[in-house]
């Protein structure tokens, strides 16, 4: 199969993770017999550095003309100062838009290799697998007005918080159909206590409900839902929730599973499928050469998993990652400190050799 994708490294440790989750790609895809086809874009700070602007039109049509794209992350104190409008964040939040990815897929599970890495105790956290399903193109992120307006001394700023039921219909038959695959249960967060955005979402989601009998829903603030995923983590199978609360709650999951640097995404419903690491740019450890890139290597077997429906290369990617944590390979973010850890192109190349061995051992 030809696998084409439009591969948008970013800012910060974006590119370091995105090298090493094109090794392991160009692994699986010798191994399985597949030719890969990658097109490399700027995106971000980076693309406002090249051409002054987040997302340049030659960046977005190679996107739309593949069959996927694989993202690392936007973002630096560079461009912190900048209009928002020029802001790197905002280059990404246009690509989703244009690509129509309203469902945001965030698995967090804990290896159990790493249950000694999480903040939490080990049985607090031993077998954590949840998936979280954020909605990706409503909510404060994209409702109008924004703005930040008057006088210095004086300015007020607003966001809106806009929600329709057909946004809320079809990101809930995405969670829906996803538990029926998992353990039948979905948790809707919301804050329906306050918000009248969240009483229609929980109006919606469970009216939705309705069509799957056979999933149990259930309903929890978000105040409620964040504590209870550190206290009680192994409790969810699927969080249905919508744009910024699935932010927050995802960025949490990476926390109570060992590192954020752990967790992969898929964003999909639309044209073509966007798959990007859950962190961002991680300015504080960029161009250092130790950021964990197994979110990027997991965010490709999701990739080849949704976007080329290749179950036994996304599987093989999977497994690679469980062994390599099995046999004890760390980066800098899952060891106590003082202790001997991986770099990321260390990491990168045991995963891909895992693969390899992973292929031999299945022919
Ligand atoms: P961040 O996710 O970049 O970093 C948060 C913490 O996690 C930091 O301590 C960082 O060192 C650590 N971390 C992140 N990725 C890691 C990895 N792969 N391995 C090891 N440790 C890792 O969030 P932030 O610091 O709030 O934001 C930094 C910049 O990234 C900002 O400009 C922000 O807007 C941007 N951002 C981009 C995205 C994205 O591209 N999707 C997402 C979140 C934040």
Redesign the pocket.
């Known amino acids: 199969m030809l696998l084409k994708i439009a591969v948008l490294p970013?800012d910060?440790?974006g590119p370091e993770?995105t090298d090493e989750a094109i090794r392991v790609l160009e692994n699986v895809a010798r191994i399985f017999g597949h030719e890969l086809s990658l097109q490399k874009k700027d995106v971000g700070g980076a693309a406002l550095v090249s051409s002054n602007d987040p997302l340049p039109s030659d960046t977005l049509q190679a996107c739309l003309s593949s069959g996927a794209v694989l993202l690392g992350?936007?973002?630096?104190p560079a461009f912190d100062n900048f209009p928002s409008s020029l802001r790197?964040?905002r280059g990404?939040l246009r690509l989703r838009q244009e690509l129509g990815v309203f469902a945001n897929l965030r698995p967090a599970i804990c290896f159990s290799s790493l249950e000694d890495s999480s903040p939490l105790r080990p049985e607090v956290v031993s077998g954590t697998n949840v998936l979280i399903v954020r909605e990706l193109l409503g909510g404060l992120y994209f409702g109008q007005p924004r703005s930040i307006h008057g006088q210095a001394g004086k300015r007020s700023a607003v966001d809106t918080m806009t929600y329709g039921e057909p946004e809320i219909e079809r990101i809930a038959h995405v969670a829906f159909g996803l538990a029926r695959s998992r353990r039948r249960k979905v948790t809707s967060v919301d804050k329906a206590n306050v918000l009248d955005c969240s009483r229609l979402w929980r109006d919606v989601v469970t009216r939705v409900s309705r069509e799957y009998p056979d999933v149990d829903l259930s309903h929890m603030y978000v105040d409620s839902a964040a504590m209870a995923l550190v206290s009680r983590p192994g409790d969810f199978d699927v969080i249905l929730t919508e744009n910024m609360f699935g932010d927050i709650l995802s960025d949490q999951a990476g926390a109570v599973v060992g590192?954020?640097?752990m967790l992969g995404s898929a964003s999909i419903g639309g044209s073509v499928g966007l798959y990007?690491?859950v962190?961002?740019?991680?300015?504080?450890?960029a161009g250092k050469g130790i950021?964990?890139?197994l979110?990027a290597i997991l965010s490709t077997a999701m990739l080849l998993r949704h976007s080329f429906n290749l179950e036994a290369e996304a599987a093989s990617i999977e497994s690679a990652v469980d062994k390599v944590l099995a046999a004890g390979h760390r980066?800098r973010?899952l060891v106590k400190s003082g202790q001997a850890s991986l770099s990321t192109q260390e990491m990168g190349r045991k995963i891909a050799d895992a693969v390899e061995q992973h292929a031999e051992v299945k022919s």
């Not at 992350?73 to 630096?76: D, E, I, K």
């Not at 962190?279 to 450890?285: E, L």
């Open positions: 970013g910060g440790v993770v992350a936007v973002g630096g790197p964040e990404l590192s954020l640097g990007e690491p962190h961002g740019s991680a300015p504080d450890i950021a964990n890139p979110g980066t973010d």
